[in-house]
C-alpha cells in the first residue's frame, strides 16, 4: 500500500461546482499534513495547510479524520483558475520526511 | 529575495554519464529535499536533509547521491546506476517548526538521450 494515496481524476466539473477531494495515509503516526496546489509544468505552491479541527480559507476549506486516515479538501464555487493537481502532502512522524500524494487533477470548464 | 535556486533548469546528457545539479537556498531553512516528478505523476522523494552533514533515503535514492556540507546548499548527483534518470528534479527546503511551507526552486528537466 502506497504511504499516500489520492484518486488521480480528471474531476471535470462545471463553473460555479463544489468538488471534494480525499487523500488516505497509511502512517498512522503522520503527524502534519498540508494541500499543495500544481499548474502544467510548474513547481508546487502551498494551497492550505491542514489542521486538527478543519480549516477554511474562503472557498477551500480542509478537514482531518485521524480516525479514518484521510484528509480532505473542498472547493466550493468553483473557479476557471481553479484547474490545475491538487497533491496532499504527510509529514510521516517526528522526521521531517514528507511525502506527496500522486495528486488529482481538476478541470473546471465554462 | 529569499528563496531557492536550481541549476541548470535544462540540462542533457548521454546515457553513461554522471550529472550534478544545483540547489541553493537563502531562506535560513534547516531541511532541505529532493524530489523526482515523471510526467502526470506526483512528486518522489529522493533524499532529504535534516541538517548540515546528515541526510537521508526518500522512496527512489537508488542511482543518486547527495552531500550537505553547507547549510545552504543541497547538491544531487544522478549516477549511470540510475535506470531511467529523464524527468523533472525539485529541490525544496523548509522550516524546521511543527508545521511549515514547502519552498520550492523552479525545477530542473533532466533528459537523456
Known amino acids: 500500500r502506497k504511504e499516500v494515496e489520492q484518486d488521480p481524476g480528471p474531476f471535470n466539473v462545471p463553473e460555479g461546482a463544489t468538488v471534494a477531494f480525499n487523500c488516505t495515509y497509511s502512517?498512522?503516526?503522520?503527524?502534519?499534513f498540508f494541500w499543495y496546489r500544481q499548474d502544467c509544468r510548474k513547481e508546487p505552491k502551498l494551497l492550505m495547510s491542514?489542521?486538527?479541527s478543519g480549516n477554511e480559507d474562503g472557498r477551500f476549506t480542509a478537514q482531518l479524520n485521524r480516525a479514518s486516515q484521510y484528509i480532505s479538501l473542498l472547493i466550493r464555487d468553483s473557479k476557471l483558475s481553479d484547474s490545475a493537481t491538487y497533491l496532499c502532502?504527510?509529514?510521516?512522524?517526528?522526521?521531517?520526511?514528507?511525502?506527496f500524494g500522486s495528486g488529482t487533477r481538476l478541470l473546471v470548464r465554462p | 529575495d529569499g528563496g531557492i535556486t536550481q541549476s541548470p533548469k535544462y540540462l542533457f546528457r548521454k546515457e553513461g554519464q554522471n550529472v550534478t545539479l544545483s540547489c541553493e537556498q537563502n531562506l535560513n531553512h534547516d531541511a532541505m529535499y529532493w524530489y523526482r516528478q515523471d510526467p502526470g505523476q506526483g512528486l518522489r522523494l529522493i533524499y532529504y536533509s535534516q541538517i548540515v552533514n546528515d541526510f537521508q533515503k526518500g522512496d527512489i535514492a537508488e542511482g543518486y547521491s547527495v552531500s550537505r556540507e553547507k547549510k545552504e546548499s543541497f547538491p544531487l548527483t544522478v549516477t549511470s546506476a540510475q535506470k531511467n534518470p529523464t524527468a523533472f528534479y525539485l529541490c525544496a527546503s523548509i522550516t524546521t517548526g511543527d508545521t511549515g511551507e514547502l519552498f520550492f526552486g523552479e525545477g530542473s528537466r533532466l533528459t537523456v538521450l
Open positions: 502532502v504527510v509529514r510521516m512522524d517526528s522526521s521531517y520526511k514528507l511525502i
Open positions: 502512517n498512522s503516526a503522520s503527524q502534519s
Open positions: 491542514v489542521y486538527s
